[in-house]
């Protein structure tokens, strides 16, 4: 037998290395950017407690309210900590907002003026205690919390499809309570300052006026340095690729293109079975795409969709769940599917049947199989 000569790679090994290079320094930056997430995390306290000392709610509270939020998937209907709305509300910007009006609002017998200095304080102000590990609101904004949790009920326990949301999605007063008191916290570190510092935990972010909440001048510069940097590193990198040779980015590429009519293609048994693979992800696509037009129609008709009143049987937040869902499945599916189909062209011949000699390998086991014959298979 004739040794099988391994083919040159189309571009030169330095590209290669300046690649994993590039690959190693993002995946470092990252590393250091997700710790700096976690050291830097707002505290959640032990306890939330009025000006008297009663107890609100506790960090357990905050927590399940948190695992009730993911639950009910209200994440695929509206979001937390300003990450942009989607039929529903960004429910930090939403309780925020109201409780300022609510605190704004009992404080309005001290002038326009004053009211809104005082509402801005009660927000700005960090209460929290580290050392008891406690966090107290004023009264003012304990107040705004008792009322909130009233309307939170009311929403979320409207025996309707008004919202998008199927008919009372959440019926027990106390998940309503804990959903509440996520939410409470969540506008408490968006607009609470850090200790020593000028902005809050989220860097004032999402921006509400009537707490003085604006993004600070670092978080728009940097926003647009990195937008610029990802851009124009993208732009001089293609250009260079294009323009110049002396790197050896092109290495021993082909100059000419070859073309074969379909008709002279002859396609090997696993190129046939693909068939398969490309009818079920076109069945995904078609669904995916369907599920879409859905979650669309309903930010024009919520309770209508050409008749029906689909969110008794498919709320927004299940539509959407399972639209991004199937986009995953299609994909997945597709990719598969090509990289079985491209390997004879390739390889240059059918591959041998792997699964057959992983079968064989298995049955004579543990006589002589082992994990290396595995992955030689």
Known sequence: MQPVQKRGLLISAGWGQAVIIVFCFGFLVLGLLAYRTYTGEPPIPAKVIDPSGRMLFKRSDII???EAFLRIGLMEYGSIFGHGAYLGPDFTTDYLHRAAAIVNDGYRG???????AQTIADFKTNRYDAVADTLTFTAAHTAAFADLENYYRTFFTEPTTKYGLRPNPIGDPGEIRQLTAFFSWSAWAASALRPGLSYSYTNNWPPESMVDNHPTADTVVWSVLSLIALLGGIGLLLAAFGRWNYLGWHGGERQTISFRPPGEVVLTPSQRACAWFFFVMAVLFLFQTL?????????AELTDFFG???????PFNLARTWHLQLAIFWVATSFLAAGIFLVPMIAGNEPLASIGSVMGCLARWPSWCSAASLVNT
């Open 64 to 66: 399940a309210g948190q």
């Open 110 to 116: 001290l002038g326009s003026d004053r009211a809104r």
């Open 291 to 299: 599920l879409g037009g859905a979650s669309q129609h309903y930010r």
């Open 308 to 314: 029906i009143d689909l969110a008794r049987i498919l």
